[in-house]
C-alpha cells in the first residue's frame, strides 16, 4: 500500500465506519496517547522496564499502526499530502546531512 492509497483508505474507513473525523486538537491528543503506548513497549522490549501483566499481550506491529493511522487522519483533515510531504523530507535531509552522519564519531 503507497501512503496515497493509506490515505484514501483512511478517509474511506472515517467516512463509512468512523463517521466523521475528530478534531484536529483532539487527534493530536490522541497521536500523544498512542505514541506513548509505543514508548511503553520500547521500554519493556528493549529497556529496562520490565512487563505488567496487563502489558503482555501489547503487540508493537499493531501500536505503530495506530501511530500511522492517526498521523493519515491529522495528514488528510489539514490537505497534507504524505508522500509529496515525505519526498521533500528526505530530499531536505539529504542534503542537511550529506556527511553528518559519516563524520559523526559518535556513529563509528
Known sequence: MTLEEAQQAVDTWIQTTGVRYFNELTNMAMLTEEVGEVARIIARQYGEQSFKPSDRDKNLADELA???????????????????????????????????????????
Open 66 to 108: 495506530d501511530v500511522l493511522f492517526v498521523v493519515i487522519c491529522l495528514a488528510n483533515q489539514t490537505g497534507v499530502n504524505l508522500t509529496e510531504a515525505l519526498q521533500k523530507n528526505l530530499d531536505k535531509k539529504s542534503k542537511r546531512d550529506a556527511d553528518r552522519h559519516h563524520n559523526n564519531e559518535k556513529l563509528k
